[in-house]
């Protein structure tokens, strides 16, 4: 199971996982530092910027499950 669904506040969604911040910047979503990303979902981001869920969903889990590559 992914850990980032729909029913998610995008505030939780930003307080538990900070490395999908460049994923919203790339789409131009406002959510990050918005006020209303404490009640606003993930759904209802994906609604307000016309986004298609299924493939942003997988987008920003993918992200998360990306291992962190060891620094040189």
Not at 29 to 55: Q, R, W
Request: glycine letters at 2%.
């Amino acid at each position: 199971m992914k850990p980032i669904t729909p029913d998610l506040t995008i505030a939780e969604i930003l307080a538990r996982w900070p490395v999908v911040i460049p994923v919203f910047l790339k789409h131009k979503m406002g959510c990050v530092g918005c006020h209303m990303n404490t009640f606003d979902t993930l759904a209802d981001a994906m609604k307000i910027y016309s986004l298609e869920p299924a493939s942003f969903v997988e987008e920003i889990n993918n992200v998360i499950t990306i291992p962190k590559q060891p620094e040189i």
